[in-house]
C-alpha cells in the first residue's frame, strides 16, 4: 500500500489543475474532433455526390425510354390513319403508312418489353 500512497499524493496536486484547464481545453478537444472526423465527412459528400450522380442518370435513362416509347406510340397512331386512309383509296396515304411502317421498325428494338 506505500505504493499507492505517492500517486494519490500526485493526484491531489494535479486534480485543481485539470479542473482549470478542462473547460480550456473543451476548445481544443472540438477542433480535434472535427479534424479527425473531416476525412469521414469528406468522403461521405463524395458518396452523397455519386449517388446523386446515378440518380440523375437513371433518370435521364427514364426520360429518354418515356419519349422513345410516346414516339412509338404517335407513329404507331398515324400509321394506323394512314393504312386506314389508304385502304379507303388515297395513295399518299399509303406511302405515308410505310414510311411510318419503317420509322416504327426503327424505334422498336430500341424500346424495352414490357413483362407482365
Do not use: W
Given at each position: ?8 499524493s ?13 473547460p480550456l ?43 422513345r ?7 404507331q ?14 395513295s ?5 403508312a ?5 420509322e ?9 418489353v414490357?413483362?407482365?
Amino acid at each position: 500500500m506505500t505504493g499507492s500512497a505517492p500517486m494519490t499524493s500526485r493526484l491531489r496536486l494535479f486534480a485543481p489543475f485539470a479542473l482549470v484547464a478542462a473547460p480550456l481545453l473543451g476548445g481544443c478537444m472540438s477542433t480535434v474532433a472535427k479534424v479527425a472526423t473531416a476525412p469521414v465527412r469528406v468522403a461521405g459528400k463524395g458518396v452523397d455526390m455519386m449517388t446523386t450522380s446515378q440518380s440523375e442518370a437513371d433518370e435521364k435513362r427514364g426520360r429518354e425510354l418515356r419519349k422513345r416509347e410516346e414516339r412509338l406510340g404517335s407513329l404507331q397512331r398515324d400509321y394506323d390513319r394512314h393504312l386506314r386512309e389508304c385502304n379507303e383509296g388515297d395513295s399518299r396515304s399509303c406511302l405515308k403508312a410505310r414510311d411510318d411502317y419503317a420509322e416504327i421498325q426503327q424505334v422498336l428494338p430500341t424500346v424495352p418489353v414490357e413483362r407482365r
